[in-house]
């Protein structure tokens, strides 16, 4: 698939957009004051252990304390076992046995921090190269599973010959394992060694640092987005990489010639008078990501609300009426919507569990081809997805890997008058409120007078279709009520004053 990367730069953002066949599939979002943490490198301080929980709060200088589960926490393979089989035969090692507070830990961040949620760690250390992923504490060598199978014995050995090879130079360390990563299947052992001598210095340089510093400190960052460009999205498929600043296209330029130099003949700098993300549209594709609803070309829609649980996704045929007839019109707008779906989850970033409810399919062949189509589409996805078939409900359940936060959480924020809930109060629902806290308040008190001050619809009612409800309260209790608009109050706030 041909696709453009364009890169959008300004010293307080970064956004990233790839799009194929001037349709925007996804986008990457970088804020300088909000960076992503995953890959980070910490030496932190055991603040807390829950045995109860099996797990431990870990103080590496965030305004929340990460979190580390029993089975992050890495130890040392039994002798004459590798890693993978110790771990399936011995018994876990309760975490209580394994840290303790006030401990320094070196760890890593594995899940950024998600609305309340703190940062997930875990103290297997992997440093991601260009070519290869390194595992420091393993002595592992690996291969991509999107690798063809018939491939990965040949490459597994050439790997291994030359993770013994290279010379541990110029301050590097040996020892370690190694994963190949996708786009190193062709990749040359000059190449190879490069990338390994790179990992095992970085490594070196974590280690030494761990020496220098106090609890809590930041040992070693990923990469930024920009250069992440280059190392993860960047493949064969992909025709360019125009980017709108001439500062940060000098600096990619540089990092592609040392780590990615096939990469860098494919890099533009962007000269023309309109912006970057206005030649495809992009501004509008992205507050499309943020809607609710998605309307597909053939009339159909889809609607999707993403919580903190799950993420749901409603398929509904709309305004789109079929040619031939009502189970044809179905089987159209569920095989587009098994399409649109896919696009959605990359452009939102959505993870986590997936809930999608198709319209209702009676005929057998059409269910299996739109769950075709959708495992077709989801299979581009560059995340770990899982799928599942029609659940005896109807409702096709799926996973997809969550390491960021989604595009919705990074771009917006809950309403403060609902606070998230979609909906606020009716303005009779909060006058109705309002008669019942004046008749519990003249229980208890005895004031002169009660003065309501709530939001001007609320008033209003209280003036018209209300006034014979209010004017009875006021004559029951024997004391007049006031009435205050206030302009600046939400629909659902309210005071009752009294004097």
């Known amino acids: 698939m041909q696709q453009d990367i364009l890169i959008n730069w300004s010293p307080q ?3 990233v957009a790839v799009v194929e066949h001037g349709a925007v599939q996804e986008l990457h979002v970088e804020r300088t004051l909000e960076r992503g943490l995953v890959g980070n490198v910490y030496l932190g301080k055991v603040a807390r252990v829950l045995p109860g929980m099996q797990s431990a709060f870990i103080d590496i200088g965030l305004e929340r304390a990460a979190f580390l589960h029993v089975a992050d926490v890495w130890h040392p393979p039994v002798e004459g076992e590798n890693l993978s089989t110790s771990r399936a035969t011995q018994p876990q090692i309760p975490i209580e046995k394994q840290v303790f507070e006030g401990q320094a830990l070196m760890v890593q961040v594995i899940k950024d921090p998600i609305g309340t949620k703190g940062a997930r760690l875990s103290t297997q250390i992997s440093i991601a190269g260009r070519l290869l992923v390194f595992l420091p504490q393993d002595d592992h060598i690996g291969v991509s599973q999107k690798i063809p199978l018939q491939q990965r014995d040949e490459l597994r050995n050439r790997l291994q010959a030359l993770a013994h090879t290279v010379d541990p130079s110029n301050g590097s360390v040996q020892g ?9 299947e062709d990749a040359s052992d000059a190449e190879l060694a490069d990338d390994i001598a790179y990992l095992r210095k970085t490594w070196a340089r974590i280690k030494h640092g761990a020496t220098q510093v106090p609890p809590p400190s930041l040992l070693h960052q990923d990469l930024n987005l920009l250069q992440r460009v280059l190392r993860d999205l960047v493949g064969e498929g992909t025709q360019s990489i125009r980017v709108d600043s001439r500062e940060q296209y000098e600096a990619l330029k540089a990092f592609g010639q040392e780590y990615m130099p096939t990469a860098v ?3 533009q700098l962007y000269k023309g008078e309109r912006p970057i993300f206005d030649l495809y549209a992009i501004d509008e594709d992205i507050s499309r990501g943020l809607a609710r609803r998605v309307d597909l070309k053939s009339g159909g829609y889809l609607i999707i609300d993403q919580t903190e649980a799950l993420t749901t996704v409603d398929v509904n045929t709309g305004g789109f009426v079929g040619s031939r007839n009502f189970e044809d019109t179905i089987f159209k707008t569920n095989l587009e919507a098994a399409q649109a779906i896919a696009r959605q989850l990359r452009l939102r970033n959505l993870g986590g569990i997936i809930i999608v409810d198709f319209i209702d399919m009676s005929r057998l062949e059409h269910r299996d081809q739109v769950l075709s189509e959708l495992r077709k589409q989801l299979a581009r996805d560059r995340v770990k997805t899982m799928i599942g078939g029609f659940s005896q409900l109807g409702l096709v359940e799926m996973t997809r890997k969550r390491t960021r936060e989604s595009l919705a959480h990074m771009l917006s ?6 606070e ?22 003249a229980r208890q008190f005895n004031p002169q007078e009660f003065r309501v001050v709530a939001s001007p619809k609320v008033i209003e009612l209280f003036l018209d279709e209300e006034s014979q409800h209010l004017a009875g309260l006021s004559e029951f209790i024997g004391k007049p009520v006031s009435l205050q608009s206030q302009a600046e ?11």
């Open 13 to 15: 953002e970064t956004r």
């Open 413 to 418: 924020e809950a309403c403060p008058v609902c």
């Open 489 to 499: 109050m939400s629909q659902e706030d309210y005071d009752i004053v009294l004097l």
């Open 420 to 441: 998230g809930k979609g909906s606020v109060k009716t303005a009779r629902t909060v006058a109705y409120e309002i008669l019942r806290e004046i008749l519990r308040e």
């Open 265 to 267: 003949h494919k890099l």
């Open 176 to 184: 370690g394992g190694f994963i190949l990563r996708t786009n190193a």
